[in-house]
């Protein structure tokens, strides 16, 4: 009999032959084939950094959740690995849930959660979901060990494990949903299998949403940094704009300790299209973070092109001022660069200018002197469908999109600060763009799809004057 971790191999094999690559990724994670959401596992072992993603091999629509798999020296040349975990148990039989990993001793342990309907399929009421564990010395093939969590009593909505150490303990938080208050309940464990229940780390106020998923828990300079995923928080003039957000909130904490923070629920990225991150400890001791570039219930056109889903740009946090988190592409990502094209000084006045003809994969540095500028919008644009610019009168950086035939539209802005000029790095692959904001002050991402004849860059100024002071680009391998 076949298992369900080979059948999801064969979907595969079979299906990648028929991706339409136009939109595919050149340089970030994606699944050869079908459906991806959420990372999952990050971590270092045995000389690699593995990354795992929500999978859906044979659909681009979500279904039962497999682990998808691939591994990179450098985090940013990624290699396809076997489907890691299949929805085979009990305990998992609706889906393999994101999750996480941690290196002990010579294993590496995921854990996960196992997700299953007791009966009707349809209700809240008759959904599980259990902390469970699988284990490897390959790094590549894992074997089932169970459940190591079971639901607490009254819960339903219980997922999203990510384990750490901490001292001579393991760590655990979960996302969870009482009601309408999200949560996040914290275990402890001392050796992976048996965990003590450690009370809840966190939860909503009112507004902060009904379900807090994947939760992320780690110290940064002298304080701790909860990153998560809450479902039901309203936008706010600005804020919050998107379906469900990721955000952070910075406070203080120790073992056994309270989580002491000031509930300022901080957004980790301001474009449409960031969901569900989760970090990795670099063995030099950076703290990383991937995201998935999409948001839930938004349109996704490659899924006409059998694939579905990528992950951001590897970004590496940095506790800035004011428990600001700073988050900027990583070091490594340099090395993608091919061909160095400089743009060099250009002053535009209520015009614009083709600064690459036809582009593909590519990072570009721009700097525009902002005080020299007085054009009520000035930026760059790829063809008709992205726009990233200065509004001079809100004093707002934004990134407008309009893919009008996907239903595809909308603004996303950050504000300014009162500065002279402004930097900024884009990495455009073929249907997304990260922008970072003044080395890291803000992260912008979307999803675009533009065709073959809306590949043209631009800079651009509106009604007056603009200068860019510096700028070059580089394409991708
Ligand atoms: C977040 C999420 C997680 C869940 C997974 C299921 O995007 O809803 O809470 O584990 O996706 O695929």
Redesign the pocket.
């Known amino acids: 009999m076949t298992s369900l971790l080979q059948q999801a191999e064969i979907a595969v094999d079979k299906n990648k032959h028929s991706v339409n690559k136009r939109w595919y990724p050149v340089f970030h994670i994606a699944a050869q084939a079908g459906w991806i959401?959420?990372p999952n596992g990050l971590v270092w072992f045995d000389g690699w950094y593995h990354a795992f993603y929500?999978f859906h091999p044979y659909s681009t629509q979500?279904g039962p959740?497999h682990w998808g798999h691939v591994r990179s020296k450098d985090l940013v040349h990624w290699e396809p690995l076997p489907v890691a975990l299949a929805p085979e148990g009990p305990e998992d039989k609706d889906?393999c849930?994101?999750?996480s990993a941690v290196v002990d001793g010579d294993t590496l342990a995921l854990i996960y959660?196992g997700?299953k309907f007791e009966g009707d399929a349809t209700t809240d009421d008759a959904m599980y979901q259990v902390q469970c564990m699988a284990r490897s010395q390959d790094g590549i093939t894992f074997e089932r060990k169970g459940i190591i969590i079971d639901t607490p009593p009254g819960l339903h909505h219980f997922?999203?494990p990510k384990v750490w150490r901490e001292g001579d303990s393991w760590y655990m938080v979960v996302?969870a949903r009482i009601g309408d208050c999200g949560q996040v309940r914290l275990y402890r464990s001392s050796d992976l299998y048996q965990w003590q229940d450690e009370g809840i780390l966190a939860q909503s106020e009112p507004g902060m949403g009904y379900?807090w998923?994947?939760p992320d828990f780690f110290k940064l300079g002298d304080k701790y940094v909860l990153m998560f995923?809450p479902q039901g928080i309203e936008a706010d003039g600005y804020k919050n704009r998107n379906l469900?957000q990721s955000g952070y909130l910075v406070g203080d904490w120790a073992p056994g300790q309270p989580f002491v923070h000031n509930n300022d629920f901080k957004e980790m990225d301001h474009g449409h299209d960031f969901?569900?991150p989760q970090s990795l400890h670099s063995p030099d001791g950076r703290r990383i973070v991937l995201g998935?570039l999409n948001m839930?219930e938004s349109a996704m056109p490659e899924q006409h092109d059998g694939w579905s889903g990528l992950l951001s740009v590897p970004r590496e946090l940095v506790l800035g001022k004011n428990n600001h988190l700073l988050s900027k592409p990583i070091s490594e990502l340099a090395s993608l660069r091919a061909d160095n094209h400089n743009i060099g000084m250009t002053e535009l006045n209520s015009e614009r200018k083709v600064i690459v003809p036809h582009s593909d994969a590519i990072e570009l540095q721009l700097t525009w002197d902002m005080a020299a500028s007085n054009a009520e919008r000035y930026g760059l644009s790829l063809a008709t469908g992205l726009n990233i610019y200065v509004d001079s009168q809100s004093n707002r950086l934004c990134l407008e999109r309009s893919y009008p035939d996907f239903n595809i539209q909308g603004v996303r802005s950050i504000p300014l600060a009162d500065t002279n000029s402004l930097f900024l790095q884009i990495f455009i692959d073929r249907s997304s763009v990260e922008v970072f904001v003044n080395h890291g002050e803000y992260s912008m991402s979307s999803r675009i799809y533009p065709d073959d004849q809306q590949k043209s860059l631009s800079v651009f100024a509106n009604h007056g004057r603009a200068v860019l002071t510096d700028g070059e680009y580089w394409n991708i391998k």
């Open positions: 959401n959420d929500q979500w959740m889906g849930f994101s999750g959660t997700h997922r999203d996302g379900m998923e994947c995923s469900f969901y569900a998935w839930w």
